[in-house]
T-cell receptor
Framework: GESVGLHLPTLSVQEGDNSIINCAYSNSASDYFIWYKQESGKGPQFIIDIRSNMDKRQGQRVTVLLNKTVKHLSLQIAATQPGDSAVYFC?????????FGAGTTVTVRA | GAGVSQTPSNKVTEKGKYVELRCDPISGHTALYWYRQSLGQGPEFLIYFQGTGAADDSGLPNDRFFAVRPEGSVSTLKIQRTERGDSAVYLCATGTSNTGELFFGEGSRLTVL
């Protein structure tokens, strides 16, 4: 499943498929980006980060891609599992503080 | 505990009352942030502490909001003369140095009637 375009608020994905969550950022001077996952009733949880001198970074089942030319960030989740159901936020770090985007709600279908 | 602890988890108050929300950070974390999250929205920055001092309070919406961290550990967010529009989840996050890896508490849900 993929949230096509700059940002969609919801994404439904079949269990076992790959998920792609997109995010556009506004500040061209931003040099540090982070993805957070927020489950219902909990605080956001760090997933992965990337600095502007990189265009790709991989973690466990997750990959973050950064396209500075179009100010676009994406999070790819491989083999999506039911536990991946949550709201995903991209965030920019600037002046020692995080600025969060609107979030994408991912629902995993069994 | 090992994580960021926030109390109370839920607070219901009446318009015009004063409330305090507490954050116990992870031991050793010098950076502490307060965020506010409304339903369906991303967290919105309020204030950032580095140690005891408020390094950036530009996100506080008005002078009814104030936060302290007197000993560089526990922080309290104080809201005077609460309004219905203050209803939200108030999140505390802590971290070390200038990193985007912040550790969030579960938040204090404030409801102003």
């Amino acid at each position: 499943g993929e949230s096509v375009g700059l940002h969609l608020p919801t994404l439904s994905v079949q269990e076992g498929d790959n998920s792609i969550i997109n995010c556009a950022y506004s500040n061209s001077a931003s040099d540090y980006f982070i993805w957070y996952k927020q489950e219902s009733g909990k605080g956001p949880q760090f997933i992965i980060d990337i600095r502007s001198n990189m265009d790709k970074r991989q973690g466990q089942r997750v990959t973050v891609l950064l396209n500075k030319t179009v100010k676009h960030l994406s999070l790819q989740i491989a083999a999506t599992q039911p536990g991946d159901s949550a709201v995903y936020f991209c965030a920019e770090m600037g002046d020692y503080k995080l600025s969060f985007g609107a979030g994408t709600t991912v629902t995993v279908r069994a | 505990g090992a994580g960021v602890s926030q109390t109370p988890s839920n607070k219901v108050t009446e318009k015009g009352k004063y409330v305090e929300l507490r954050c116990d950070p992870i031991s050793g974390h010098t950076a502490l942030y307060w965020y506010r999250q409304s339903l369906g929205q991303g967290p919105e920055f309020l204030i950032y502490f580095q140690g005891t001092g408020a390094a950036d309070d530009s996100g506080l919406p008005n002078d009814r909001f104030f936060a302290v961290r007197p000993e560089g550990s526990v922080s309290t967010l104080k809201i005077q003369r609460t309004e219905r529009g203050d209803s939200a989840v108030y999140l505390c996050a802590t971290g070390t140095s200038n990193t985007g890896e912040l550790f969030f508490g579960e938040g204090s849900r404030l409801t102003v009637l």
